[in-house]
């Protein structure tokens, strides 16, 4: 599996936009990239995954550049309920391992 | 309706002692896991299932065994419980065999702690 990096932790107010950036510089060919989001108390939620390019659903958009090697997820205007920790996963498409990384913790203030 | 189920949600018990865990999820999913979260966050797969077949089968102590007898259910029992073993164990579930393709849909999870 390809190795991911990803920032600790990261702080917002409620209203912004916050941006986490994946780093997967040994990506394969056939690898996704899957984003999960985790609560306290609370087992992981898929949030959005992609290939390439710009990916957008209702919670998120995932920006993946030309070259893959690190990817973004951005939350648009935050609120306090998206204080969570968010999990950046490479992997390809075969009944193979998935595992998390440390994730970042995301917290949201007023 | 809870899609996947876990219980119990709590399970305080000694060393030494054998538990089980149960998991049960209503979407008619074909596959099953069982992960495991310690007390740095990180969440590990342990097991997969893929119509009561085991498919992923991680390095983990032989005390640690999963039963699926039915594609819907999943357990995990544990033997001789150790310190160690103290951790959140979560259920999730799957639409096919992928595991990383298709989303996985998890259990609220069940905290194990291991006096």
């Known amino acids: 599996l390809a190795k991911t990096t990803q920032p600790i932790s990261m702080d917002s107010y409620e209203g912004q936009e916050v941006n986490i950036t994946c780093s997967h510089n040994n990506i394969a060919t056939n690898d996704y990239i899957t984003w999960y989001q985790q609560f306290p108390s609370q087992g992981p939620r898929f949030i959005i995954q992609?290939?390439?390019t710009k990916v957008t659903n209702e919670v998120a958009s995932l920006f993946i550049p030309a070259d893959r090697k690190s990817s973004t997820l951005s939350l648009p205007r935050v609120s306090l309920s998206d204080t969570a920790v968010y999990y950046c996963l490479v992997g390809t498409d075969s009944w193979g391992k998935l595992q998390f990384g440390a994730g970042t913790q995301v917290v949201v203030t007023p | 309706d809870t899609a996947v189920s876990q219980t119990p949600k709590y399970l305080v018990t000694q060393m030494g002692n054998d538990k089980s865990i149960k998991c049960e999820q209503n979407?008619?999913?074909?596959?099953m896991y069982w992960y495991k979260q310690d007390s740095k966050k990180f969440l590990k797969i342990m097991f997969s299932y893929n119509n009561k077949e085991l498919i992923i089968n991680e390095t983990v102590p032989n005390r640690f065994s999963p039963k699926s007898p039915d594609k819907a259910h999943l357990n995990l029992h544990i033997n001789s419980l150790e310190l160690g073993d103290s951790a959140v164990y979560f259920c999730?579930?799957?639409?096919?065999?992928?595991?990383?393709?298709?989303?996985?849909?998890f259990g609220p999870g069940t905290r194990l702690t291991v006096t």
């Open positions: 992609g290939y390439k």
């Open positions: 979407l008619g999913h074909d596959t």
């Open positions: 999730a579930s799957s639409p096919g065999r992928r595991t990383f393709r298709y989303e996985q849909y």
